[in-house]
């Protein structure tokens, strides 16, 4: 065989055993013989680039380049639905169907998928666009991003149609967002409010390896072309299917309206137990000839309706607001409420977001307020019952002006919406949290002090700030409740370690609004001390990658403060590494950015520590535990039986050892 023909054939494998895995979910062959088989594509790819697709199954991985998306106009105008809460109004909408017809039809009812739609475009059975919806007229191309969507067939199967469009759903699954929830959690970052808005964050991110990484779903509902299979909506998309289309099974046909109504109330709590988020159900006349004599209104076809669900809600008490004082220095109003039971849980307090919600559903204390859960994790407030307030209303709330715990006053930067306490050096919360910041893992990685400790050590007075820690002795240590000698030694061992912490990470560790891991790097990266990242002006800073003007003000601020430099200085006096070694420049490289890597089993040519490190010097992040977030799975002999199980049930993929280095750029293997 040529290796052109050897490329073909692996390519045509792994797009039938992609759609086994992905679509079907019936894989034919185990996981390693897919990834040696992509793996020996690869290698083969990077050998012979002359044969290069940009549909190649190898595409899937994804890739760092960071571009701006193009705008490109839909075909046919990206439509949505007319949308009901009522069955009455789905009455009205199958009588005035059944009427402007005047003669049979069926219903195709499906059920509404809650994520972000998207328009792909196939010519000759490969897929050469996907857009998002953008305002109906045209959007943004994303085809890089939603190439790593496995569900999505980058080139077809069957008797496929030589060029049409198919939209459907992006989706992230129930578990990847709370996975993803959580750990954003861990790091302070903004929640995604729910799965629709997780999707289309993803979707429109920068770096297609981060879209791969986080496990997107996605299902198709309208085929749209000049000549289709069929003159059925239904029989069209089970015709796609054949292509290797992942059409949800759920759909039904239905001939009279109490059919629709059964289909509806099934659902409506049947939908709970989907590991997708769905928010309603979409009925759509069969017949593509009917559909035609039915038509558009100016928004919408008028041969479809949505049918919504109603949000779980229920009405209690507001009885007052209190108020969070983040790391950064955020807060955050919480309304404080009489339990009530929602979707199976008590729930007593709710998000109340930022000021102008609170302005927005002008509150008062004692009001009979809605929370509602929906698809969001945490509950919020949707409304207010302003009938059941009488004569008595309770006194307004007013978004606090200073700081609960310090009583600075309150600052709002222009174009947020959050208030922050801008006492960074002495608010209580901001220095514990800074502290706790510190010390964790992807930081200092100073082991064996916990967010409690930390807590006593404040509160005695022991440390008022970072530099503190290094001043600790043994004795103090040991004096604290469940320490022993022990341990007090280990964590002394791990403050000493952390002075050979590289200075990316120390950047990280600082705690610099807006200065997250991948910042801290690039701003390793460009400056090779903290002097010059100190006296770097807004047109340097600006000028890195990746840097825009809200961080390089940030950093600006964070320097001009002089309890900051003081701080530093001490720092740098105790010996942590402020500036760029050699070791630390060679070798860095973004290949694995975006993606979190669990390392498992035992290895032949670096050890499990060198692994870790190789990992970080890429960009990529190790994780501890398998969980839906894994992108990948490093694997040595004796992998557990445990953790093989959860990762096939997760569809991660497992890389061996050779896998994993080919990856890397050369010199550094
Ligand atoms: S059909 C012209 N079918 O709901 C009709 N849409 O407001 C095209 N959606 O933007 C849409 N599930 O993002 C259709 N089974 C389904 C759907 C569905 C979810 C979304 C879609 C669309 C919005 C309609």
Known sequence: MTPKE????????????NHNYYVLNAPEISDQAFDEMMHELQTLEAAYPQYDDPNSPTARVGSDLNKEFTQVAHRYPMLSLGNTYSEGEVSEWYERTRRAL???????????YDGTSISL?????????????GDGEKGDDVTDNVKTIRAIPLVLRGDYL???EI???????????????REREAREEPLFANPRNAASGTLKQQNSAIVASRHLDAYLYYLLGETLPSDGHYENLQTAQTWGFKISDRMKKCTTLAEIFEYIAYWDTERKNLPVATDGIVLKVNSLRQQQQLGFTAKSPRWAIAYKFQAERALTRLNRVTYQVGRTGAVTPVANLDPVQLSGTVVKRASLHNADIIEGLDLHIGDSVYVEKGGEIIPKITGVDVEARGMLMGEKVRFITHCPECGSKLIRYEGEAAHYCPNETACPPQIKGKMEHFISRRAMNIDGLGPETIDLFYQQGLIKNVADLYTLSADQIERLERMGKKS?????????????????RVLFALGIRFVGETVAKKLAKAFSDIDQLASADMDTLTAVDEIGTKIAQSIRAYFANPQNSALVERLRQIGLQFRRTEADRSGYTDTLAGQTIVISGVFMQHSRDQY???????????????SAKTSFILAGDNMGPAKLEKARKLGIRILDEEQFLAMLPRQTE
Not at 167 to 181: K, Q, S
């Open 121 to 133: 475009t196939y010519e000759q059975g490969k897929l050469v666009r996907a857009v998002t919806r």
């Open 488 to 504: 007090a030694e280990n964590i002394l061992q791990s403050i000493r370690a952390s002075l050979d912490v590289p200075f990316e």
């Open 6 to 17: 050897q490329i073909e054939r692996l390519r045509a494998q792994l797009h039938r055993h």
């Open 167 to 181: 939209r459907g759903e992006i989706l992230m699954p129930w578990e990847v967002f709370e996975a993803l929830n």
């Open 102 to 112: 005047g003669e049979d039809f069926e219903v195709c009812a499906e059920l509404k």
């Open 612 to 626: 870790k490190a190789l990992i970080e010097q890429h960009g990529g992040k190790n994780a501890g535990s398998i």
């Open 162 to 164: 030589p060029e049409f």
